[in-house]
DNA sequence: TGAAACGCGGACAGATTTGGTCGTATACTA
DNA sequence: TAGTATACGACCAAATCTGTCCGCGTTTCA
């Protein structure tokens, strides 16, 4: 299917949200989640596994919570997705350490690794910052350089 | 985790395995599940599914099988993936026919639209014929054009 | 004309993944 | 020390995926 899971969704969605939210300090999860109506306890383990990965700073305790770790430009949906939902590939059979032992014939693998890799490119050059609303809509300055290049 | 189902994997590498024995009339589904050691009913079914999506022609009775429907050129990866596993979307909430009714401030997906026509559009530019092994390694003429551009 | 080889298609069971909850421990603030 | 918040593991339910079984229609060939 091709799709990513609720988790990351709702992960980018939190990043979106802290990063439309920037003079406030902290943002518990519980905020974040009545904000788009998601399970409170849910988003809370996504935001934990992204604050393990570096993307978050979080704070215990009263007026705690979650802030990004960086600037929202520098966040790319790749590192997003890539903590919550571990390193995707497009074949199953790249999933383990080991290729696939059973299917030593599947020779298919090797073309769509350039396709993951391209994906993987694509999903790197968006930021927590292109998927926000920021509302000074000038000219697209940044947007001269290409989201994608694929040579081979 | 963004990948294939088995069943897209198992579907691009029959039809990779049929670009790659052009001479024989039809093969079997069981030839070629032999061939990669996959289940040969499964493989049936999605042979089944990819023949009434015209990708394949299938013949019954003795010495019957599948073909390619078209030269492997002309069948694009994304068109096989889409036979086998419907429409794919990278955002779990444009799944529906209408979209995420429960999450109405879900305002990521619109950015994530743009990536996953991005992908579709990498999937369609790869051909079945890219895929196999065609030993002529000549120039790689046909390769000038870019896989994929993306302007805004 | 009948048997064998093959495609067609639905039903279904087992395995895996995902989504979500609960409980408890820990950290910080007032 | 009470209250609020993160941290983390165990656990369950639902959905999906993988694979099998079975009966049927079609074609070929002896």
Redesign the pocket.
Known sequence: ?LNL???ADYGLMALKYLAEHPETVAM???DIADAYG??A??L??I??KL??SGLLK?????????ALARDAREISAYEVIHSI?GPFFIT?CTKGTNGCELTPSCTIKEPLARVNETIAGVLRSISIYDLSDHEQTAGQSERSSPLVSLAR
């Open positions: 299917m899971t609720k988790k518990s999860a519980k998601i399970p306890q849910l809370a383990k935001l934990q604050t393990k979080s704070h215990a305790g009263m007026n705690g919570g979650y939902d199953s």
